[in-house]
């Protein structure tokens, strides 16, 4: 175990959109396989055919492609454990299933539905184990020839594993340490099902570990309850040696109060549980997603990375090489982690300022382009220079910015009741001429030249300043007015002056 290879895998069952804590356990156990010189690979659990969604596998193979987090090996890039779609290793799983069949470790059952409904009425918290089991009907307490028959008429039945009860079973887990449960809280779950002739998620999971040669287990909290299972399975197939290693990652919590983060949480708050945005196929319904919402996806891997596991240090932000040369198991922690959504929008804010004026330029420009406005990238570059500290979300740029490309066609009016004096149309008029004036217009020299016609004619500067800015802005925001100037040009200055003079 100590020499082996690192491979590790991210197993979701398309059932729906990724969660939010999903993304987060593919990320460790990229951050980890990559640390470790090892493999990650993409599987999908898609034996529950009642529980399939269409789109969801399409969906989450968008939503790593979006993040930057690649896989080894999976459904989508191959393989040599090819397929990595359960539904197509059918004929693989059989063969283990007799194996333990034959062993006696498990045992064929045709209660049915109804039945078993009975039996939940008739016995308070009824539970298919060692204490139950010789009451049903199953090939525990029917004769070899009557299972056979009941299995020739072509009677369903389903494989159950058969769990002695009052042992202590251990899941060794590298970040809860020695996790102990005893066998009698199990119960015997099912392994097969002869109707769909496939593997339950247990089986399946297990069978396709070991052929797959995982090194270690890193999943979410919430399969802690299935692990003695898991150990048990690998002991009864004869595998314990080449057992994975466990490492259950903490919850992802509510930002307020406790209990585990939903899509609910989300919607009340105001904020994406899911990467991507998602349309239900069968209703339809839209639910938000990280990249729809303007997130980028550095900020987002960012952020996950430090809901459950930290550097040791007070360092928050770390490019995806950082955390991969930091990351490990042992940081991480064992309690849940609050979803703090503010925090993810502070990543975010942060990203901006960090990406270059070009870069943010490019995210910025279709949005213009919604807007009506065809700009060049090097304006559109210095633009965002000028106002992107001031933003959370490429989104919010356009308020910050519109200015920028189109005249103001309203004048605000509370600002027009305070800075707009009586004087002040002369006193622009005479700035509109001090501005022609300016052979190099550039933020520093025309800077220079206005304030000194101020402080010649006396002039209030904060009246002069104000007024100005209305006249270009249509109220009272934005960067440095001179720099405003430069990027709109003299001639669009001049024009928006005269333009407030006679409107407002
Ligand atoms: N198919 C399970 C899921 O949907 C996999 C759990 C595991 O990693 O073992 O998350």
């Not at 919590?253 to 349309?279: A, H, I, Q, T």
């Not at 700009?375 to 933003?391: C, F, H, N, S």
């Not at 490429?394 to 004087?423: G, I």
């Not at 007024?467 to 925001?477: C, D, N, Q």
Request: net charge negative.
């Amino acid at each position: 175990m100590e020499n082996q290879k690192v491979r590790v895998r991210f197993a979701p069952s398309p059932t729906g959109p990724l969660h939010i804590g999903g993304v987060r356990t593919a990320l460790y156990n990229y951050l980890f396989a990559k640390k470790h010189g090892g493999e990650l690979i993409l599987r999908i659990e898609d034996t529950d055919s009642q529980r399939f969604v269409p789109g969801a596998e399409e969906y989450i193979i968008e939503s790593f492609n979006w993040l930057g987090i690649t896989f080894d090996e999976g459904v989508h890039v191959g393989g040599p454990c090819a397929p990595y779609r359960q539904s197509e290793r059918k004929d693989i799983y059989k063969k283990y299933v007799d194996q333990l069949l034959d062993a006696g470790l498990a045992y064929v059952a045709f209660d049915t539905p109804q039945e078993l409904d009975a039996k939940r009425a008739e016995i308070a918290n009824f539970q298919y184990d060692a204490s139950t089991r010789g009451l049903m009907r199953n090939s525990l307490t029917l004769s070899a020839d009557e299972v056979k028959t009941l299995i020739e008429a072509g009677n369903q039945y389903v494989v159950r594993i058969k769990i002695e009860p009052g042992q202590d079973v251990v899941v060794n887990d590298l970040i809860r340490g020695e996790v102990v449960i005893n066998s009698s809280i199990l119960d015997d779950k099912v392994l097969y099902k002869s109707a769909d002739q496939l593997p339950t998620y247990h089986m399946a999971n297990i069978v396709d570990d070991h052929l797959m040669e995982i090194s270690h287990v890193i999943r979410g909290e919430e399969w802690l309850p299935s692990a003695p299972l898991h150990v048990l399975l690998y002991r009864f197939l004869g595998w314990e040696d080449t057992m994975p290693r466990f490492a259950h990652l903490p919850l992802l919590l509510k930002p307020d109060g406790n209990g585990k983060l939903s899509k609910r949480d989300g919607d009340r708050l105001g904020f994406p549980v899911f990467p991507l945005e998602w349309k239900d196929p069968k209703s339809g319904d839209i639910s938000s997603g990280y990249r729809e919402a303007g997130y980028l996806p550095d900020a987002v891997v960012n952020f996950l990375a430090l809901l459950g596991w930290n550097s040791g240090t007070d360092q928050e932000i770390f490019s995806m090489q950082e955390l991969i040369d930091l990351f490990s198991l042992e940081r991480c922690s064992k309690s849940g982690a609050k979803f703090d959504f503010e925090k993810g929008k502070w990543f975010n804010h942060k990203y901006i300022q960090a990406k270059s004026n070009e870069e943010i330029a490019a995210l910025f420009q279709p949005l213009l382009k919604e807007n009506g406005v065809e700009a060049a990238d090097d304006k559109v570059a210095q633009v965002v220079g000028l106002v992107k500290e001031r933003v959370n979300f490429v989104q919010e740029l356009w308020a910050q910015s519109s200015f920028f490309f189109e005249a103001p066609t309203t004048y605000d009016e509370k600002t027009v009741k305070k800075r707009w004096k009586e004087d002040t149309p002369a006193q622009l008029t005479e700035l509109i001429e001090v501005l022609k004036g300016i052979e190099d217009f550039t933020p520093h020299n025309s800077e220079e030249v206005v304030k000194g016609w101020i402080a010649e004619k006396e002039y209030h500067l904060g009246n002069i300043m104000n007024a100005f800015r209305l006249a270009i802005v249509g109220e009272s925001k934005g960067p440095h007015m001179f720099d405003i100037i430069t990027i709109i040009g003299k001639e669009e200055t001049i024009a928006r002056l005269e333009k407030a003079i006679a409107t407002i």
